[in-house]
Protein backbone atom coordinates (compact mmCIF):
# COMPACT_ATOMS: atom_id res chain seq x y z
CA UNK A 1 0.00 0.00 0.00
CA UNK A 2 1.34 3.37 -0.99
CA UNK A 3 2.13 5.83 2.63
CA UNK A 4 -1.12 8.20 0.91
CA UNK A 5 -3.11 5.44 0.70
CA UNK A 6 -1.95 4.29 4.27
CA UNK A 7 -2.60 7.66 5.74
CA UNK A 8 -6.05 7.12 4.16
CA UNK A 9 -6.79 4.30 5.62
CA UNK A 10 -5.53 5.23 9.33
CA UNK A 11 -7.68 7.93 8.65
CA UNK A 12 -10.60 6.16 8.51
CA UNK A 13 -9.84 4.05 12.18
CA UNK A 14 -10.12 7.94 13.63
CA UNK A 15 -12.86 9.07 11.94
CA UNK A 16 -16.60 7.99 10.01
CA UNK A 17 -16.21 10.80 7.67
CA UNK A 18 -13.64 11.72 4.97
CA UNK A 19 -10.88 13.55 5.14
CA UNK A 20 -11.11 17.08 3.90
CA UNK A 21 -7.47 16.40 1.76
CA UNK A 22 -4.10 14.36 2.09
CA UNK A 23 -1.04 16.39 1.79
CA UNK A 24 2.46 15.12 1.76
CA UNK A 25 5.68 16.68 2.32
CA UNK A 26 9.50 14.99 1.54
CA UNK A 27 12.17 14.18 3.18
CA UNK A 28 15.54 15.32 2.04
CA UNK A 29 19.30 14.86 0.88
CA UNK A 30 21.94 17.43 1.51
CA UNK A 31 23.84 17.51 -1.51
CA UNK A 32 26.56 19.48 0.38
CA UNK A 33 27.03 22.35 3.39
CA UNK A 34 26.35 20.16 6.86
CA UNK A 35 25.93 22.16 10.41
CA UNK A 36 26.29 25.12 8.56
CA UNK A 37 22.70 26.19 8.80
CA UNK A 38 22.42 27.13 12.78
CA UNK A 39 25.75 28.91 11.77
CA UNK A 40 24.12 31.68 9.82
CA UNK A 41 25.80 30.07 6.73
CA UNK A 42 25.00 28.21 3.24
CA UNK A 43 23.10 24.40 2.77
CA UNK A 44 22.31 23.05 -0.59
CA UNK A 45 19.74 20.42 0.01
CA UNK A 46 17.46 18.87 -2.24
CA UNK A 47 13.88 17.18 -1.75
CA UNK A 48 13.63 13.33 -2.44
CA UNK A 49 10.52 11.17 -3.52
CA UNK A 50 9.95 9.47 -0.30
CA UNK A 51 7.52 12.06 1.60
CA UNK A 52 5.32 11.82 4.75
CA UNK A 53 0.82 11.89 3.92
CA UNK A 54 -1.51 13.49 5.88
CA UNK A 55 -4.68 12.37 5.62
CA UNK A 56 -6.67 15.54 8.11
CA UNK A 57 -10.05 16.80 8.47
CA UNK A 58 -12.10 18.93 10.80
CA UNK A 59 -13.67 17.87 13.90
CA UNK A 60 -16.37 20.14 16.14
CA UNK A 61 -15.09 19.78 19.37
CA UNK A 62 -12.14 21.92 19.27
CA UNK A 63 -9.46 18.86 19.89
CA UNK A 64 -6.51 17.81 18.14
CA UNK A 65 -6.23 13.74 17.43
CA UNK A 66 -3.12 12.51 15.45
CA UNK A 67 -2.44 8.68 14.24
CA UNK A 68 0.62 7.63 12.52
CA UNK A 69 1.25 4.24 11.12
CA UNK A 70 4.39 3.96 13.23
CA UNK A 71 2.45 4.05 16.56
CA UNK A 72 -0.14 1.63 18.54
CA UNK A 73 -2.39 4.78 19.59
CA UNK A 74 -3.41 8.16 18.55
CA UNK A 75 -2.51 10.69 21.14
CA UNK A 76 -5.87 13.64 22.11
CA UNK A 77 -5.20 17.02 22.92
CA UNK A 78 -7.72 19.61 23.36
CA UNK A 79 -6.16 23.25 20.79
CA UNK A 80 -6.73 25.15 24.55
CA UNK A 81 -4.11 22.64 26.26
CA UNK A 82 -1.13 22.83 23.13
CA UNK A 83 0.15 26.15 24.83
CA UNK A 84 0.15 24.96 28.34
CA UNK A 85 1.82 22.01 26.89
CA UNK A 86 4.67 23.48 24.75
CA UNK A 87 7.69 23.63 25.27
CA UNK A 88 7.02 23.25 29.53
CA UNK A 89 5.08 19.88 29.78
CA UNK A 90 6.33 18.06 26.69
CA UNK A 91 7.82 14.94 28.17
CA UNK A 92 4.30 14.09 28.66
CA UNK A 93 3.56 14.14 24.60
CA UNK A 94 4.97 10.66 23.72
CA UNK A 95 8.05 11.83 21.04
CA UNK A 96 6.25 11.06 17.70
CA UNK A 97 3.17 12.92 18.73
CA UNK A 98 5.27 15.87 19.42
CA UNK A 99 5.87 16.95 15.82
CA UNK A 100 2.50 17.18 14.35
CA UNK A 101 1.13 18.82 17.51
CA UNK A 102 4.19 20.64 17.55
CA UNK A 103 2.94 22.40 14.33
CA UNK A 104 -0.63 23.01 15.41
CA UNK A 105 1.06 24.57 17.80
CA UNK A 106 3.13 27.04 16.28
CA UNK A 107 0.87 27.89 13.63
CA UNK A 108 -2.75 28.61 15.69
CA UNK A 109 -1.74 31.90 16.45
CA UNK A 110 -1.42 32.62 13.35
CA UNK A 111 -5.25 32.34 12.15
CA UNK A 112 -7.17 35.90 12.74
CA UNK A 113 -10.01 33.84 14.60
CA UNK A 114 -10.84 30.40 16.24
CA UNK A 115 -9.74 27.06 14.47
CA UNK A 116 -11.77 24.09 14.33
CA UNK A 117 -10.13 20.65 15.53
CA UNK A 118 -8.29 18.13 13.60
CA UNK A 119 -8.01 14.51 13.17
CA UNK A 120 -4.50 14.30 11.52
CA UNK A 121 -3.46 10.26 10.01
CA UNK A 122 0.22 9.85 8.86
CA UNK A 123 2.32 7.75 6.90
CA UNK A 124 5.39 7.69 6.13
CA UNK A 125 8.02 5.60 3.31
CA UNK A 126 10.65 8.24 4.62
CA UNK A 127 13.18 5.99 6.17
CA UNK A 128 13.57 7.29 9.98
CA UNK A 129 16.76 8.15 12.02
CA UNK A 130 18.21 7.71 8.51
CA UNK A 131 19.55 11.55 8.14
CA UNK A 132 16.87 11.56 5.15
CA UNK A 133 14.63 14.11 7.66
CA UNK A 134 11.72 11.97 8.05
CA UNK A 135 10.69 14.92 10.70
CA UNK A 136 10.84 17.62 8.46
CA UNK A 137 8.42 15.36 6.31
CA UNK A 138 6.21 15.20 8.88
CA UNK A 139 6.04 18.66 9.94
CA UNK A 140 5.84 20.01 6.29
CA UNK A 141 3.06 17.63 5.65
CA UNK A 142 1.09 18.87 8.85
CA UNK A 143 2.15 22.78 7.86
CA UNK A 144 0.61 22.47 4.49
CA UNK A 145 -2.78 20.81 5.32
CA UNK A 146 -2.87 23.22 8.52
CA UNK A 147 -2.30 26.18 6.75
CA UNK A 148 -5.17 25.43 4.61
CA UNK A 149 -7.38 24.28 6.53
CA UNK A 150 -7.08 26.81 9.14
CA UNK A 151 -7.29 29.54 6.31
CA UNK A 152 -3.84 30.50 7.47
CA UNK A 153 -2.37 32.04 4.16
CA UNK A 154 1.06 31.74 4.86
CA UNK A 155 3.94 31.07 2.41
CA UNK A 156 6.03 28.74 2.42
CA UNK A 157 9.49 29.88 4.14
CA UNK A 158 6.59 30.81 7.12
CA UNK A 159 5.84 27.50 7.33
CA UNK A 160 9.15 26.11 7.14
CA UNK A 161 9.84 28.31 10.20
CA UNK A 162 7.07 27.14 12.09
CA UNK A 163 8.34 23.27 11.56
CA UNK A 164 11.67 24.26 12.86
CA UNK A 165 10.14 25.85 15.69
CA UNK A 166 8.49 23.12 16.16
CA UNK A 167 11.12 20.50 16.21
CA UNK A 168 13.52 22.90 18.29
CA UNK A 169 10.78 24.45 21.56
CA UNK A 170 7.95 21.25 20.96
CA UNK A 171 10.40 18.22 20.44
CA UNK A 172 13.50 19.86 21.47
CA UNK A 173 16.06 19.04 19.12
CA UNK A 174 18.17 22.41 18.42
CA UNK A 175 18.28 21.80 14.57
CA UNK A 176 18.85 24.60 11.97
CA UNK A 177 16.25 25.59 9.15
CA UNK A 178 17.86 23.48 6.51
CA UNK A 179 15.53 20.63 6.51
CA UNK A 180 11.94 22.29 6.44
CA UNK A 181 13.27 24.49 3.75
CA UNK A 182 14.29 22.00 1.64
CA UNK A 183 10.95 19.49 2.24
CA UNK A 184 8.81 23.07 1.56
CA UNK A 185 10.50 24.27 -1.64
CA UNK A 186 12.18 21.26 -3.40
CA UNK A 187 11.77 20.77 -6.99
CA UNK A 188 12.24 18.03 -9.55
CA UNK A 189 16.45 17.84 -10.61
CA UNK A 190 17.31 20.97 -8.41
CA UNK A 191 18.67 21.44 -5.25
CA UNK A 192 18.24 24.87 -3.07
CA UNK A 193 20.60 27.00 -2.51
CA UNK A 194 19.88 28.50 0.96
CA UNK A 195 21.59 31.22 2.53
CA UNK A 196 20.75 30.58 6.15
CA UNK A 197 21.58 33.82 7.63
CA UNK A 198 19.30 36.04 5.25
CA UNK A 199 16.83 33.12 4.50
CA UNK A 200 17.26 33.96 1.09
CA UNK A 201 17.11 30.72 -1.47
CA UNK A 202 17.71 30.18 -4.97
CA UNK A 203 16.62 26.96 -7.11
CA UNK A 204 19.94 25.48 -8.59
CA UNK A 205 19.41 22.88 -11.75
CA UNK A 206 21.71 19.83 -10.75
CA UNK A 207 21.07 18.12 -13.92
CA UNK A 208 21.71 14.61 -13.02
CA UNK A 209 19.58 12.72 -15.59
CA UNK A 210 21.24 14.55 -18.02
CA UNK A 211 24.73 13.50 -16.63
CA UNK A 212 23.82 9.93 -16.20
CA UNK A 213 23.81 10.54 -12.92
CA UNK A 214 22.42 8.76 -10.23
CA UNK A 215 22.57 9.94 -6.28
CA UNK A 216 22.73 5.98 -4.15
CA UNK A 217 22.25 6.66 -0.58
CA UNK A 218 23.96 4.24 2.20
CA UNK A 219 21.71 3.96 4.93
CA UNK A 220 23.77 2.61 7.47
CA UNK A 221 21.47 1.72 10.04
CA UNK A 222 23.14 3.35 12.60
CA UNK A 223 20.72 5.41 14.43
CA UNK A 224 21.15 8.85 15.16
CA UNK A 225 19.11 11.38 17.39
CA UNK A 226 19.11 15.51 17.72
CA UNK A 227 17.67 16.05 20.58
CA UNK A 228 20.63 14.60 22.68
CA UNK A 229 24.19 14.01 22.21
CA UNK A 230 26.52 14.93 19.83
CA UNK A 231 24.40 17.03 17.68
CA UNK A 232 23.71 19.53 20.53
CA UNK A 233 27.41 19.74 21.54
CA UNK A 234 28.89 20.35 18.28
CA UNK A 235 26.13 22.99 17.93
CA UNK A 236 27.41 24.08 21.22
CA UNK A 237 31.30 24.19 20.26
CA UNK A 238 30.26 26.13 17.76
CA UNK A 239 28.47 28.91 19.45
CA UNK A 240 31.70 29.25 21.93
CA UNK A 241 33.86 29.52 19.07
CA UNK A 242 31.83 32.30 17.36
CA UNK A 243 31.97 33.83 21.36
CA UNK A 244 35.40 33.62 21.99
CA UNK A 245 36.24 34.78 18.22
CA UNK A 246 33.79 38.15 18.86
CA UNK A 247 31.45 37.61 16.09
CA UNK A 248 27.61 37.13 15.91
CA UNK A 249 27.86 33.58 14.19
CA UNK A 250 30.69 31.50 12.56
CA UNK A 251 29.31 32.62 8.85
CA UNK A 252 31.59 35.79 9.97
CA UNK A 253 34.47 33.67 10.19
CA UNK A 254 36.62 33.51 6.94
CA UNK A 255 39.77 31.55 6.07
CA UNK A 256 41.39 34.43 6.44
CA UNK A 257 40.73 35.01 10.35
CA UNK A 258 41.51 30.98 10.68
CA UNK A 259 45.25 31.46 11.54
CA UNK A 260 43.96 34.27 14.42
CA UNK A 261 41.58 31.76 15.70
CA UNK A 262 44.16 28.95 15.73
CA UNK A 263 45.50 30.86 18.33
CA UNK A 264 42.91 32.23 20.09
CA UNK A 265 40.96 28.65 20.26
CA UNK A 266 41.78 25.45 21.76
CA UNK A 267 42.49 22.74 19.11
CA UNK A 268 38.99 20.66 19.20
CA UNK A 269 37.36 23.99 19.05
CA UNK A 270 39.49 25.53 16.36
CA UNK A 271 38.59 22.28 14.22
CA UNK A 272 34.94 23.03 14.57
CA UNK A 273 35.77 26.41 13.58
CA UNK A 274 37.15 25.16 10.49
CA UNK A 275 34.75 22.70 9.25
CA UNK A 276 32.18 25.46 9.12
CA UNK A 277 34.30 27.88 7.59
CA UNK A 278 35.93 25.43 4.90
CA UNK A 279 31.97 24.00 4.35
CA UNK A 280 30.89 27.77 4.20
CA UNK A 281 32.82 27.72 1.01
CA UNK A 282 32.44 24.51 -0.38
CA UNK A 283 29.12 24.89 -0.74
CA UNK A 284 29.52 28.43 -2.34
CA UNK A 285 31.98 26.63 -4.46
CA UNK A 286 29.66 23.71 -5.56
CA UNK A 287 27.03 26.30 -6.69
CA UNK A 288 29.58 28.00 -9.16
CA UNK A 289 30.58 25.21 -10.21
CA UNK A 290 27.78 23.48 -10.90
CA UNK A 291 26.64 26.41 -12.79
CA UNK A 292 29.48 27.05 -14.81
CA UNK A 293 30.49 22.98 -15.43
CA UNK A 294 27.66 20.58 -14.19
CA UNK A 295 27.52 18.08 -11.82
CA UNK A 296 30.35 15.44 -13.13
CA UNK A 297 33.00 18.54 -11.60
CA UNK A 298 31.25 18.29 -8.05
CA UNK A 299 32.78 15.22 -7.19
CA UNK A 300 36.33 16.70 -4.96
CA UNK A 301 34.11 18.98 -3.07
CA UNK A 302 31.61 16.26 -1.72
CA UNK A 303 35.14 14.18 -0.73
CA UNK A 304 36.44 17.23 0.88
CA UNK A 305 33.25 17.59 2.85
CA UNK A 306 33.05 14.32 3.85
CA UNK A 307 36.87 14.12 4.83
CA UNK A 308 36.22 17.43 7.31
CA UNK A 309 33.76 15.76 9.03
CA UNK A 310 35.47 12.94 9.58
CA UNK A 311 38.21 15.02 10.85
CA UNK A 312 37.88 18.23 11.81
CA UNK A 313 33.74 18.16 13.25
CA UNK A 314 34.24 14.43 14.13
CA UNK A 315 30.34 13.43 13.13
CA UNK A 316 31.54 10.51 11.30
CA UNK A 317 31.33 6.92 12.30
CA UNK A 318 32.93 3.91 10.62
CA UNK A 319 30.10 2.95 8.58
CA UNK A 320 29.79 5.89 6.94
CA UNK A 321 33.54 5.99 6.29
CA UNK A 322 33.47 2.64 4.87
CA UNK A 323 30.39 3.69 3.07
CA UNK A 324 32.19 6.26 0.87
CA UNK A 325 35.37 4.55 0.70
CA UNK A 326 33.69 1.55 -1.05
CA UNK A 327 31.28 3.97 -2.87
CA UNK A 328 34.67 5.38 -4.64
CA UNK A 329 36.40 2.96 -5.02
CA UNK A 330 33.14 1.44 -7.40
CA UNK A 331 33.61 4.19 -9.69
CA UNK A 332 31.58 6.95 -7.67
CA UNK A 333 32.62 11.06 -8.62
CA UNK A 334 32.33 11.55 -5.30
CA UNK A 335 30.36 10.99 -1.57
CA UNK A 336 29.92 11.78 1.76
CA UNK A 337 27.64 11.68 4.80
CA UNK A 338 24.98 13.97 4.93
CA UNK A 339 22.51 14.93 7.29
CA UNK A 340 23.43 15.54 11.37
CA UNK A 341 26.13 12.63 11.34
CA UNK A 342 26.70 10.08 14.44
CA UNK A 343 24.81 7.93 12.40
CA UNK A 344 22.59 7.90 9.28
CA UNK A 345 23.21 7.90 5.42
CA UNK A 346 25.92 8.76 3.45
CA UNK A 347 25.14 9.65 -0.25
CA UNK A 348 27.18 8.68 -3.58
CA UNK A 349 26.85 10.42 -6.90
CA UNK A 350 27.24 7.31 -9.22
CA UNK A 351 27.74 7.18 -13.20
CA UNK A 352 23.94 5.11 -13.94
CA UNK A 353 25.92 2.74 -15.49
CA UNK A 354 27.87 2.10 -12.53
CA UNK A 355 24.79 1.98 -9.39
CA UNK A 356 24.41 -1.91 -9.36
CA UNK A 357 28.42 -2.22 -8.57
CA UNK A 358 28.81 0.59 -6.74
CA UNK A 359 26.14 -1.09 -4.31
CA UNK A 360 27.52 -4.48 -4.27
CA UNK A 361 30.86 -3.06 -3.66
CA UNK A 362 29.16 -1.06 -0.46
CA UNK A 363 27.26 -4.05 0.70
CA UNK A 364 30.49 -6.47 0.69
CA UNK A 365 32.78 -3.54 2.25
CA UNK A 366 30.15 -4.17 5.06
CA UNK A 367 30.38 -7.52 5.35
CA UNK A 368 33.77 -7.35 5.37
CA UNK A 369 34.08 -4.96 8.12
CA UNK A 370 31.08 -7.08 10.36
CA UNK A 371 28.71 -4.39 9.74
CA UNK A 372 25.00 -4.32 9.83
CA UNK A 373 24.30 -4.66 5.57
CA UNK A 374 23.16 -1.14 5.12
CA UNK A 375 19.53 -0.14 2.70
CA UNK A 376 21.00 0.98 -0.51
CA UNK A 377 18.61 2.54 -2.53
CA UNK A 378 18.92 5.79 -5.23
CA UNK A 379 16.98 9.01 -4.60
CA UNK A 380 15.94 11.85 -7.17
CA UNK A 381 15.60 15.56 -6.96
CA UNK A 382 12.04 15.98 -6.13
CA UNK A 383 8.95 18.37 -5.71
CA UNK A 384 8.24 19.87 -2.08
CA UNK A 385 5.18 19.71 -0.13
CA UNK A 386 1.78 20.07 -1.35
CA UNK A 387 -1.64 19.03 -1.63
CA UNK A 388 -2.07 15.60 -3.07
C1 LIG B 1 20.09 17.98 10.88
C2 LIG B 1 19.40 19.27 11.25
C3 LIG B 1 19.70 20.36 10.24
C4 LIG B 1 21.20 20.49 10.00
C5 LIG B 1 21.82 19.13 9.73
C6 LIG B 1 23.31 19.18 9.64
O1 LIG B 1 19.56 17.47 9.69
O2 LIG B 1 18.01 19.07 11.31
O3 LIG B 1 19.14 21.57 10.69
O4 LIG B 1 21.81 21.14 11.07
O5 LIG B 1 21.48 18.19 10.72
O6 LIG B 1 23.71 19.89 8.52
Not at 158 to 183: C, F, H, K, W, Y
Not at 254 to 264: F, K
Not at 361 to 384: D, E, I, L, R
Request: contains cysteine; glycine residues 10%; aromatic residues 6%.
Amino acid sequence: MSAADAAGALFATLSAGEPAGVWSAPGRVNLIGEHTDYNDGFVLPFAIEARTHAAVGARADGRVRVASTFADEAVEVGLAELDALFPARRDEIPEWARYPLGVAWTLRPSASGDVPGVDIALASDVPVGAGLSSSAAIEGAVAVALDELWGLGLDRRALAAAGRRAENEAVGAPTGIMDQTASMLGQADAAIFLDCRTLQTQIIPLGFAEAQLEVLVIDTGVKHAHATGGYAERRASCELGARLLGVPSLRDVTAADLPRAAQVLDEVTFRRVRHIVTENQRVLETVRTLRESGPLAIGALLLASHASMRDDFEISVPELDTAVDAALSAGAIGSRMTGGGFGGAAIALVPSDRVAAAADAVTTAFAASGFAAPHVFTVTPSAGARRD
